[in-house]
């Protein structure tokens, strides 16, 4: 599998380290004492086959982090965003949700 880096172009999956889920929001210093919320953080996960955000980081290159929407079942990469991309995209929809994710 390629990924496209935003900054080096087309490299190996190998050169690169998954993050985790881009679609998180880490609980405010409001909620450090919300068990729930830090619960809904840590653990709960929707489980889909659909397309998903997923945080990666360019390990054996540039380290620049980026995000990047896959389809689940079929690994088709449909979208890279560069982190400021990314924010942007981010504040234009509801928390948690983003266009590109729920097309």
Not at 80 to 88: A, D, V
Request: aromatic share 12%; charged share 25%; net charge neutral.
């Amino acid at each position: 599998m390629m990924i496209n880096c935003p900054r080096c172009g087309k490299r190996y999956l190998s050169e690169f380290s998954y993050e985790g889920d881009a679609t998180l929001t880490r609980p405010d210093e409001t909620s450090l004492m919300d068990n729930q919320a830090w619960y809904n953080y840590v653990y709960a996960r929707v489980n889909n086959k659909e397309k998903h955000a997923e945080l990666w980081q360019h390990s054996q290159g540039c380290r620049q982090f980026f995000v990047v929407i896959r389809d689940l079942h079929t690994h088709h990469i449909h979208h890279i965003y560069s982190m400021s991309e990314w924010q942007k995209q981010r504040q234009k929809q509801p928390e948690n949700k983003t266009a590109e994710v729920q097309s």
